[in-house]
T-cell receptor, first 110, second 112 residues
Framework: GQQVMQIPQYQHVQEGEDFTTYCNSSTTLSNIQWYKQRPGGHPVFLIQ?????EVKKQKRLTFQFGEAKKNSSLHITATQTTDVGTYFC??????????FGAGTTVTVRA | SAVISQKPSRDICQRGTSLTIQCQVD?????MFWYRQQPGQSLTLIATANQGSEATYESGFVIDKFPISRPNLTFSTLTVSNMSPEDSSIYLCSVEVVNEQFFGPGTRLTVL
């Protein structure tokens, strides 16, 4: 079945620095979604990417969908303490199933 | 958007017992999803619940262990039956609205 791999599992970032989390799927995706889960909270939808090579920005967050629609990345610039949490990608396969990556847990050093 | 509430928010149960989790959505939705999230882990889909038909279970999950009801378009229940400590987890209800997945606050279950 479809698998979505996400790395790194943990990211310790100095406040103000940038970081990137990556997702790779074993199969071609119809779309990919990104979620953020704050400690003790539930996942909150951030964005959906549909088109090959699509790039979307939300303030300091840049989301990218690969040309082959098998990989995606989330890049955060100038990390702030409010960025703490776990970021999940979720790939939608052609049979409409949504598979979540393992998540990248981000901690920030002030 | 969708606002989802779940009851209970948490519970501590004895092994061998069953717990029913309720999920209420503020709008009518066709499909409701039940996920499990073990501590520090990702989300795993248990089943998809459609109103008026039997739930569709993912590999590794069976109806006898996780019976689901979907009596109407705004409500669903998930029962965790004959619980063991391995069932300790957060159970999340979810709906999809215009390609966006909304999650409830979750039910944190501890089985002793």
């Amino acid at each position: 079945g479809q698998q979505v791999m996400q790395i790194p599992q943990y990211q310790h970032v100095q406040e103000g620095e940038d970081f990137t989390t990556y997702c790779n799927s074993s199969t071609t995706l119809s779309n990919i979604q990104w979620y953020k889960q704050r400690p003790g909270g539930h996942p909150v939808f951030l964005i959906q990417l549909v088109k090959s090579g699509e790039v979307k920005k939300q303030k300091r967050l840049t989301f990218q969908f690969g040309e082959a629609k098998k990989n995606s990345s989330l890049h955060i610039t100038a990390t702030q303490t409010t960025d703490v949490g776990t970021y999940f990608c979720a790939g939608r396969s052609n049979d409409y199933k949504l598979s979540f990556g393992a998540g990248t847990t981000v901690t920030v050093r002030a | 958007s969708a606002v989802i509430s779940q009851k209970p928010s948490r519970d501590i149960c004895q092994r061998g017992t069953s717990l029913t989790i309720q999920c209420q959505v503020d709008s009518q939705v066709t499909m409701m999803f039940w996920y499990r999230q073990q501590p520090g882990q990702s989300l795993t889909l248990i089943a998809t619940a459609n109103q008026g038909s039997e739930a569709t279970y993912e590999s590794g999950f069976v109806i006898d262990k996780f019976p689901i009801s979907r009596p109407n378009l705004t409500f669903s229940t998930l029962t965790v039956s004959n619980m063991s400590p391995e069932d300790s987890s957060i159970y999340l209800c979810s709906v999809e609205v215009v390609n966006e997945q909304f999650f409830g606050p979750g039910t944190r279950l501890t089985v002793l």
